[in-house]
């Protein structure tokens, strides 16, 4: 059951970098995720993270601090590929 579990969030995660560079147009980092770029815009305080940040921890409601914990996990991706 853990197998299904990791492939499936391993879909979605890869699906949701897909996503991103779709609708940046590429201007994004590898292994960055919407949610990771959301928190990230909130906390330069643009309108634009400020309304869906929101959105998705509420959507994402079984992730306490979603958004954030994306942020740290990308932090963390980029800290041990430097």
Not at 12 to 19: A, H, P, R
Not at 37 to 42: A, H, K, M, Q, S
Not at 46 to 66: E, Q
């Amino acid at each position: 059951m853990k197998n299904i579990r990791r492939r499936f969030l391993i879909v979605f995660y890869v699906t949701d970098n897909l996503l991103l560079a779709l609708l940046t147009l590429g201007e994004c980092q590898i292994g960055e995720t919407i949610s990771s770029v959301v928190w990230e815009l909130e906390f330069d305080n643009k309108l634009l993270g400020r309304i869906l940040r929101p959105c998705i921890d509420r959507l994402l409601w079984f992730d306490k601090d979603h958004c954030f914990n994306a942020w740290r996990t990308y932090q963390k991706m980029m800290k041990a590929n430097l």
